[in-house]
């Protein structure tokens, strides 16, 4: 039975990539954030889905992260590094050291943190996958040519995020792990942009597709899961 391990898995997207994991049978492992929430997921999941309770920006998720899978399992076939945040403040006057501090924990550190704790696991399966889901909003091509958010701190952790991909892909490949960038596209969520156009469950569906297919050797980009094709860096 393969496996899946999502951060952020909560609400939102993340918790509509969880429902469709384990509807097509797989064995699931949501990282959420409250005890509260892991045994609603329990409740409502059942057999096959174990909750790991910690938070990305914490050192203490990458223990959480080993001591869940040791127990209820060898290897690990994708990670999904989902957990994100967006204060929506635009401008220069408007972002603050700290603001930017807790959007690259969150985008680049968690994500770092949660890959070198389920490493171990990933390495073990026949054909690993790490799923960074990233956005538009990430691009230095997109700011460039002004279509940019003017939300700096989230911007420039979605870009730090984005090179961390390159460079986990590039370090695992030849170790049969692929690390991918994807935008997941105008998600209508709680922090939803006013062009927002597909539903959560949508496009996690789309992303469980895409990931039967893709082809192993396509290369490492920001993939535009909606529509095909890649998003500059």
Request: some cysteine; glycine content about 8%; charged content about 20%.
């Amino acid at each position: 039975m393969p496996s899946v391990l999502i951060t952020g898995a909560g609400k939102g997207f993340g918790r509509e990539l969880l429902d469709v994991f384990h509807q097509q049978g797989w064995t699931v492992f949501p990282l959420i954030r409250r005890s509260s929430q892991a045994e609603e997921l329990q409740s409502s999941f059942g057999e096959n889905c174990f909750p790991l309770i910690g938070d990305v920006t914490s050192e203490n998720v990458t223990l959480e992260v080993a001591r869940v899978l040791q127990a209820h399992t060898v290897s690990l076939d994708v990670l999904v590094n989902n957990a994100g945040n967006i204060k929506k403040l635009r401008g220069l006057e408007n972002t603050s050291e700290k603001d930017l501090e807790e959007h690259f924990q969150v985008h680049c550190i968690g994500v770092l943190r949660c890959v070198k704790a389920a490493l171990p696991f990933l390495r073990r399966s026949t054909a690993a996958t790490i799923i960074n889901i990233t956005s538009r909003w990430g691009s230095i091509g997109r700011t460039i040519s002004q279509k940019g958010c003017g939300i700096y701190a989230y911007q420039i952790a979605k870009c730090a995020q984005n090179m961390l991909t390159a460079c986990l892909d590039q370090d695992l490949r030849e170790k049969g792990i692929r690390v991918l960038a994807v935008h997941p596209g105008r998600l209508k969520t709680g922090v939803a942009p006013p062009d927002a156009d597909i539903e959560p469950r949508e496009a996690a569906r789309k992303l469980f597709s895409w990931l039967q297919t893709i082809d192993r050797n396509t290369v490492c980009g920001c993939h535009e899961l909606i529509s095909g094709g890649l998003i500059e860096w």
